[in-house]
């Protein structure tokens, strides 16, 4: 049975934090404030401290220090309401494990209690191995249902010759997809062509994908093979195929039914053994009913589809896919950033991802640029019109469905988390906090009281 040392000033702390960790099986001992804590570590050994930051004397620092100094192995989470970034900084160098504002999320708060308590007796490798369960295909990371589904469709259809058509928005994966299905089939061994449909010009187009005859126009200097003929014995991957011309699409038609084609400037046929996997992040179903997609190459290109969902559709594997890409990046950038703090995690999941996995993968390598701790910092997230995220989330809670809702709950929720997100813009600061949000100081402290994020007057925390 795991043994947790909580340190805190406030006694209603404590005995939340008793029931909760008890319930969980763990054993739990308290200590009221860090001198107190610091004569209990002189003695036992603790598999876990659990500290809040703010205490006279002796603060949380203090006791993390004391904590890696008698036994450098044992984790600590700090806890704190309003604390400044710089102190969160100076925890995570200090060593602490992970650093989390009050109020929080008892569910988010037992999984890193785990978390915790899982790293103490896990080796950084056996971490790796472990993360790497999540990583089936190539680069394709995900553990939730509808990645488990994709990868069960991916083993199915990449032994078969069949032409794929693989849709999602942008970013959230395809050509990963794409490369998967290659990389499991018997053409593996065989060359994996990409054909940006959007990137090239479409004076270039037909050159680029039928190759062309010293002569056939100016600059053609020299046979030249197009990327059909490159793709030869393996997959030719068409992103955003409904980009393509309509002349194009006639062309690249009598390629799929026939298996030939002609370079620019010849007569003479050529065969080739290619399988078309095709992506787009249009509804090509409605392009065809609208004229601006060939039906007969849809239902050519279509014989199997596989639908990418977005990322806010599979916030279950956020957590896996930001250790990933934190993973490539710190080793890219020579640091040692180990993990996402719960802070910076929560903010993490109420973001909508407009730009997907891709988006996510640009937020922590930008995080591991600028995080100068070992772990990513709320401060370090440069995340895109978060104002507007707010604003969304408050529209989609205005659908009252037909059970209805407790008004005054939903809007203590909305008020509760624009006070939070302003005192982590001002780093704790009540008087730059009730300027952000267009109110005066004596109405901030009343809202910070009514919503219980106002420490009582014998709390320091």
């Known amino acids: 049975m795991n043994s947790i040392l909580v340190v805190d000033d406030e006694l209603s702390m404590r005995e939340f934090l008793e029931i909760l960790l008890t319930v969980e099986g763990y054993t739990v001992s308290f200590a009221v404030n860090g001198e107190e804590a610091c004569t209990i570590l002189d003695r036992e050994i603790f598999d876990l401290v659990i500290t809040d930051i703010r205490m006279e004397d002796i603060d949380g620092i203090g006791v993390l220090r004391k904590v890696k100094e008698v036994n450098s192995e044992t984790p600590v989470i700090v806890i704190s309401a309003f604390a400044t970034a710089e102190t969160a900084v100076e925890a995570m160098k200090d060593g602490a494990y992970d650093?989390?504002?009050?109020?929080?999320?008892?569910?988010?708060?037992?999984?890193?209690?785990?978390?915790?308590?899982?790293?103490?007796?896990?080796?950084?490798?056996?971490?790796?191995?472990?993360?790497?369960k999540g990583i089936y295909f190539g680069c394709l990371v995900g553990e939730s249902p509808q990645m488990k589904r994709i990868y069960d469709l991916i083993r199915k259809v990449a032994t078969t010759k069949t032409n794929i058509l693989i849709s999602g928005e942008s970013g959230t994966g395809k050509e990963l997809v794409a490369r998967a299905i290659h990389g499991e089939s018997q053409r593996k061994d065989k060359p994996f062509v990409v054909i940006n449909c959007a990137g090239i010009p479409e004076t270039l187009i037909e050159s680029e994908l039928f190759g062309y005859k010293k002569g056939a126009f100016t600059g053609a200097s020299?046979?030249?093979?197009?990327?059909?003929?490159?793709?030869?014995?393996?997959?030719?991957?068409?992103?955003?195929?409904?980009?393509?011309?309509?002349?194009?699409?006639?062309k690249l038609l009598r390629v799929i039914q026939e298996k030939t084609f002609?370079?620019?400037?010849?007569?003479?046929?050529?065969?080739?053994?290619?399988?078309?996997?095709?992506?787009?992040?249009?509804?090509?179903?409605?392009?065809?009913?609208?004229?601006?997609?060939?039906?007969?190459?849809?239902?050519?290109?279509?014989?199997?589809?596989?639908?990418?969902?977005?990322?806010?559709?599979?916030?279950?594997?956020?957590?896996?896919?930001?250790?990933?890409?934190?993973?490539?990046?710190s080793k890219e950038l020579g640091k040692d950033i180990r993990k996402v703090s719960a802070y910076a995690m929560d903010i993490l999941s109420r973001y909508p991802f407009p730009g997907n996995v891709r988006e996510l993968e640009n937020i922590i390598e930008r995080s591991v640029a600028l995080e100068t701790s070992n772990i990513v910092l709320p401060q370090s997230l440069t995340l895109s019109n978060f104002k507007k995220v707010r604003i969304d989330e408050s529209r989609r809670r205005s659908d009252?469905?037909?059970?209805?809702?407790?008004?005054?709950?939903?809007?203590?929720?909305?008020?509760?988390?624009?006070?939070?997100?302003?005192?982590?813009?001002?780093?704790?600061?009540?008087?730059?906090?009730?300027?952000?949000?267009?109110?005066?100081?004596?109405?901030?402290?009343?809202?910070?009281?009514?919503?219980?994020?106002?420490?009582?007057?014998?709390?320091?925390?």
């Open 262 to 329: 002609t370079r620019v400037g010849e007569t003479e046929e050529r065969k080739v053994d290619v399988r078309f996997i095709s992506a787009t992040n249009k509804d090509l179903e409605q392009e065809v009913m609208d004229g601006g997609f060939r039906e007969d190459l849809f239902f050519r290109l279509n014989v199997i589809e596989i639908s990418i969902p977005p990322l806010r559709e599979r916030r279950g594997d956020l957590p896996l896919l930001a250790q990933h890409f934190l993973g490539e990046h």
């Open 99 to 132: 650093y989390i504002p009050k109020p929080f999320d008892t569910g988010e708060f037992k999984r890193i209690v785990r978390d915790a308590l899982h790293k103490k007796t896990v080796s950084r490798d056996e971490e790796e191995d472990h993360l790497k």
């Open 400 to 461: 009252l469905g037909h059970d209805g809702i407790k008004l005054d709950t939903v809007m203590a929720e909305i008020e509760r988390e624009y006070i939070l997100k302003a005192m982590e813009i001002a780093h704790g600061s009540k008087q730059r906090a009730a300027e952000l949000l267009g109110i005066n100081m004596r109405s901030l402290r009343y809202r910070l009281d009514k919503l219980g994020l106002e420490p009582s007057s014998d709390e320091s925390s």
């Open 222 to 250: 020299t046979d030249k093979a197009g990327l059909f003929e490159a793709a030869d014995g393996g997959t030719a991957f068409f992103d955003e195929i409904g980009e393509l011309s309509p002349a194009i699409q006639v």
